[in-house]
Antibody, heavy 115, light 106 residues
Framework: EVQLVESGGGLVQPGGSLRLSCEAS????????MHWVRQAPGKGLVWVSR????????LYGDSMKGRITTSRDNAKNRLYLQMSSLRVEDTALYYC????????WGQGTLVSVSS | DIQMTQSPSSLSASVGDRLTITCRAS??????LGWYQQKPGKAPKRLIY???SLQSGVPSRFSGSGSGTEFTLTISSLQPEDFATYYC?????????FGQGTKLEI
């Protein structure tokens, strides 16, 4: 059974940093691109970043470009999102998503940016 | 960026109704489009991939059609569990982009 379990969210002050993690199981993790997608409270879905299977290439959306780094550890079946210089508007539920066709989603981890 | 214009943004319907949601892409995306259902407090769930292929386990009352720039999601006979928010997603061009969502209400 495919499982994606995000963790690392929490309350952080504006300007702070946070590292999200997504633990994958039930499939060959290294064979899949992986994405981060976020959803602000009551709002729609916004793509954040993508990383290829071996971790050699990542792409970032404009919403957080320059403030985030996506990486992965295929030996540990984990995807990461390092976020810095966080803003109030970064408050959202962050999902990790499998594959180039976005076929399977984790349950998300909530990031709240507030003073 | 490819813009995905989804309509309507909200829709009131009744059990048994047939309804259609539309997504228009700002440029040709071939059939690189998926449809997702999201219920409150839950992660999105893929219903349709490659514009018209039904995800395994999804009821056959859901169907997708279209190619190029215009796509539709049809629910043939609404069931109580179908009341949710629906999104389209294009993954043909970078960055991937979502439609604004359609909230389906009773």
């Amino acid at each position: 059974e495919v499982q994606l379990v995000e963790s690392g969210g929490g309350l952080v002050q504006p300007g702070g940093s946070l590292r999200l993690s997504c633990e994958a199981s039930g499939f060959t993790f290294s064979s899949y691109w992986m994405h981060w997608v976020r959803q602000a409270p009551g709002k729609g879905l916004v793509w954040v970043s993508r990383i290829n299977g071996d971790g050699s290439s990542a792409l970032y959306g404009d919403s957080m470009k320059g403030r985030i780094t996506t990486s992965r550890d295929n030996a540990k079946n984990r995807l990461y999102l390092q976020m810095s210089s966080l803003r109030v508007e970064d408050t959202a539920l962050y999902y990790c998503v499998r594959g180039d066709r976005f076929d399977f989603w984790g349950q998300g981890t909530l990031v709240s940016v507030s003073s | 960026d490819i813009q995905m214009t989804q309509s309507p943004s909200s829709l009131s319907a009744s059990v048994g109704d047939r309804l259609t949601i539309t997504c228009r892409a700002s440029q040709d995306i071939r059939n690189d489009l998926g449809w997702y259902q999201q219920k409150p407090g839950k992660a999105p769930k893929r219903l349709i991939y490659a514009a018209f292929s039904l995800q395994s386990g999804v009821p056959s009352r859901f169907s997708g059609s279209g190619s190029g720039t215009e796509f539709t999601l049809t629910i043939s006979s609404l069931q109580p569990e179908d009341f949710a928010t629906y999104y389209c997603l294009q993954h043909n061009g970078d960055p991937p982009t979502f439609g604004q969502g359609t909230k389906l209400e009773i």
